[in-house]
């Protein structure tokens, strides 16, 4: 059974509602999203829902594999995908880009 909730810190909300944020990585534990299926998105923190989410695909990656292009997509630096992401999953090597479409 694929996932159909997916959290995000609030402080992701905007960039996500504008469409400046499509992709999310995740790890192991959250990558269980089925292509093409509609996902509810809520705040991490109080778990305020904020939007339906269409999940495009659902890709593994290698921390030492992201870049540029990922990092435009999370509307950040390179440097500053690698700091949230290591604060996020600290030692984690394999990952899960998750790229997403808002529902309207
Ligand atoms: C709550 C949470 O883990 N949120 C995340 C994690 C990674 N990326 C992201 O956009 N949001």
């Known amino acids: 059974m694929s996932l159909s909730k997916m959290t995000f810190f609030e402080r992701f909300e905007a960039d996500i509602l504008s469409c400046k944020k499509t992709i999310t990585i995740r790890d192991e534990l959250e990558k269980d999203y089925a292509e093409n299926s509609l996902v509810q998105a809520s705040t991490y923190e109080d778990d305020r829902w904020f939007c339906a989410l269409l999940i495009k ?17 999370e509307n950040m630096t390179l440097s500053e995908l690698q700091t949230v ?20």
Do not use: G, N, T
Request: charged share 20%.
């Open 85 to 104: 992401i290591q604060e996020i999953y600290p030692d984690q090597q394999h990952l899960y880009v998750i790229s997403y479409e808002l529902a309207r």
């Open 57 to 73: 695909s659902v890709e593994a990656i290698c921390l030492s594999q992201l870049s540029e292009f990922h990092a435009e997509q």
